[in-house]
């Protein structure tokens, strides 16, 4: 399993504001996304979902760039 940081934005949104970033344990990008994506696959009402957020970026974690993350 690897470190993965997963940023989007929420489409037609301002920059800086609207961000999302997560950070997920998977065995590759691919599903890193996926587990990324599952939370807004069935939104509650009021909530974003799938369609209403764009990718930004998906970084895997090593020792190297870990504290650029925090």
Same mark, same amino acid.
């Given at each position: 399993m690897k470190e993965y940081v997963v940023t989007a934005k929420v489409k037609g949104s301002s920059p800086g504001i609207g961000k999302i970033t997560?950070?997920?344990?998977?065995? #590759?990008?691919?599903e890193a996304l996926n587990k990324f994506y599952e939370h807004y696959d069935n939104p509650k009402p009021g909530n974003y #979902?799938?369609?209403?957020?764009e990718l930004v970026s998906i970084r895997e974690v090593t020792t190297e760039n870990r504290d650029s993350f925090h």
């Open positions: 997560k950070t997920l344990m998977a065995e #590759g990008k691919e #979902g799938r369609n209403d957020i």
